[in-house]
C-alpha cells in the first residue's frame, strides 16, 4: 500500500509570496493533519480535515490555511511568507479523527523563504 | 512554559546499551501518550502508543508513563546502529490535538 505523499519535496520562495502544499493520504484514510515542524519549536499541530471539514485548528495565524477534497487529498497555503514560516511541513494520514495509532507521516515539504 | 518538555540530545551511545528517554509535561489532562522515531529526511513513524498509566513493550521497546509526576519514558534495550534517528514524544488529552516535545537526537556507535 503506497504512503502518504507530499509535493513538493522542496521549496524556495521570497517573503511576500504565497505557497500551496499538497498531501495524498494512504487509501482508505479520511482524516489529514499538517504540521510544522522547526528546530527550535519542535512539531507544531497546524489543523485537521475529516470529510472535507476542518475539525481543529491550531494556534496559527490566518495566513494559514487548508482544504480536503472530496478524495480526502489535501492542500494548505501559507499567504504573505514571512523568514519564519521557513520549516518542514509534514503531513498526517489517519483512518478517521482521534485515531492516532493509524496515522502515518509523509516525508514532509522543506519550505525555505528568503 | 511549554505544555511537553524533551531534552534535545544529543545522546550517543555504543550498540547494545540500554537507552533512555524521557519527556515531562504540565498538563494533568494527558492521558494519550505516543513516541514516535524520525529518520533524517523523512517523516516520523509511530514506535508506541498508550494509553493512561503503565507499562507496554513491544520487542526491544518499553513506553512507561508515569501520571503522578508527569513524566514519560521509553527504554531501548540492545540498541543497534539503525535506531540512531530523533525519537519525538507526543501527547493528548482528548485526541483532539497531540502536543510533541522537540525531540532527542539518538546515535548508536558500532
Known amino acids: 500500500k503506497a504512503g502518504v505523499t507530499q509535493t513538493p519535496r522542496y521549496l524556495i520562495k521570497t517573503r511576500g509570496q504565497q505557497v500551496t502544499l499538497s498531501c495524498s493520504p494512504i487509501s482508505g484514510h479520511r482524516s489529514v493533519s499538517w504540521y510544522q515542524q522547526t528546530p527550535g519549536q519542535g512539531l507544531q499541530f497546524l489543523f485537521e480535515y475529516f470529510s472535507e471539514t476542518q475539525r481543529n485548528k491550531g494556534n496559527f495565524p490566518g495566513r494559514f490555511s487548508g482544504r480536503q477534497f472530496s478524495n480526502s487529498r489535501s492542500e494548505m497555503n501559507v499567504s504573505t511568507l514571512e523568514l519564519g514560516d521557513s520549516a518542514l511541513y509534514l503531513c498526517?494520514?489517519?483512518?478517521?479523527?482521534?485515531?492516532?495509532?493509524?496515522?502515518?507521516f509523509g516525508p514532509g515539504t522543506r519550505l525555505l523563504v528568503l | 512554559q511549554k505544555e511537553v518538555e524533551q531534552d534535545p540530545g544529543p545522546l550517543s551511545v555504543p550498540e547494545g546499551a540500554i537507552v533512555s528517554l524521557n519527556c515531562t509535561y504540565s498538563?494533568?489532562?494527558?492521558?494519550?501518550f505516543m513516541w514516535y522515531r524520525q529518520y533524517s529526511r523523512k517523516g516520523p513513524e509511530l514506535l508506541m502508543y498508550?494509553?493512561?498509566?503503565g507499562n507496554k513493550e513491544d520487542g526491544r521497546f518499553t513506553a512507561q508513563v508515569d501520571k503522578s509526576s508527569k513524566y514519560i519514558s521509553l527504554f531501548i534495550r540492545d540498541s543497534q546502529p539503525s535506531d540512531s534517528a530523533t525519537y519525538l514524544c507526543?501527547?493528548?488529552?482528548?485526541?483532539?490535538?497531540?502536543?510533541f516535545g522537540t525531540g532527542t537526537s539518538l546515535t548508536v556507535i558500532p
Open positions: 507526543a501527547m493528548s488529552g482528548r485526541k483532539d490535538q497531540f502536543y
Open positions: 498538563n494533568s489532562a494527558f492521558q494519550y
Open positions: 498526517a494520514s489517519s483512518l478517521a479523527p482521534g485515531s492516532q495509532e493509524t496515522q502515518y
Open positions: 498508550t494509553y493512561s498509566s
